[in-house]
């Protein structure tokens, strides 16, 4: 029996009305705009945050710097195909994890497992149904493992509602002061250098620069009060997080 939309968009909205968090963001990476225009309507309208990139270079960027809930990756791409851009997805460790769905008029099964064994989540033939697309973003989004919260002595740090808590009290802290924390939280005990500490935080596709970090820090410092410590000043490296050994 066929999917009904309108039955998938009420689970959808549904679903979004029991969530605390903000909705789902997509980005989804298609160089044919009428395909673009139909993709993005009908997430929309099911309660998704779209973005959206005409060529394989602009999408990566756009990924990269947005760290989306989920990529739907076209094939057949202009400056770099689906492929290329899955494979730099799947190295960089900042979207490594970020679930995609390829879509492709390639149908034979060879192209279907290349594309999966190629780093794609899930792989969509065309033409498809708006039914089966959202169905199979649902589906992948359940399977995206749920980030674990980050505790070093009294910061907590809950990548999933994007929180920060000092003894149980919220600070607030910016997008950036945010995820450099995170990245030194991830691994205790290891020294970034400020280009690492970038990468790893940011990625490739960011204003920051190497003499903005040390601003960077002194106001996360600032924020976490007097157990600033747990960010250690490396000399001659960079910085890393307090590990509990010392």
Do not use: W
């Amino acid at each position: 029996m066929p999917i009904q939309l309108d039955t998938l968009l009420a689970e959808e909205k549904s679903d979004h009305l029991l969530m605390q968090n903000t909705p789902h963001h997509i980005v989804c990476i298609e160089d044919e705009e009428d395909i673009q225009e139909i993709i993005a309507f009908n997430l929309e309208r099911a309660g998704y945050q779209v973005s959206l990139a005409g060529d394989g270079v602009q999408g990566l960027a756009l990924a990269k710097a947005s760290q989306p809930d989920l990529i739907l990756l076209d094939v057949m791409l202009p400056r770099l195909n689906g492929m290329q851009v899955c494979q730099k997805l799947r190295a960089n460790a900042a979207t490594q994890d970020i679930p995609i769905i390829m879509l492709s008029a390639r149908s034979e099964e060879v192209d279907i497992v290349k594309g999966l064994t190629g780093g794609a989540d899930d792989y969509i033939t065309k033409p498809f149904s708006q039914a089966e697309l959202i169905a199979r973003i649902q589906a992948a989004l359940r399977r995206k493992p749920k980030s674990i919260a980050l505790t070093v002595k009294q910061v907590s740090l809950d990548p999933e509602d994007f929180t920060c808590k000092v003894d149980g009290r919220l600070i607030k802290l910016t997008s950036t002061e945010f995820k450099l924390l995170m990245a030194l939280m991830q691994k205790p005990g290891r020294a970034f250098s400020r280009e690492q500490l970038i990468q790893a935080a940011l990625g490739d596709q960011t204003d920051v620069v190497d003499r903005n970090v040390d601003v960077h820090i002194r106001a996360i410092r600032k924020a976490l009060g007097s157990d600033n410590a747990i960010i250690e000043t490396v000399r001659g490296v960079g910085y890393r997080c307090y590990n509990g050994d010392r």
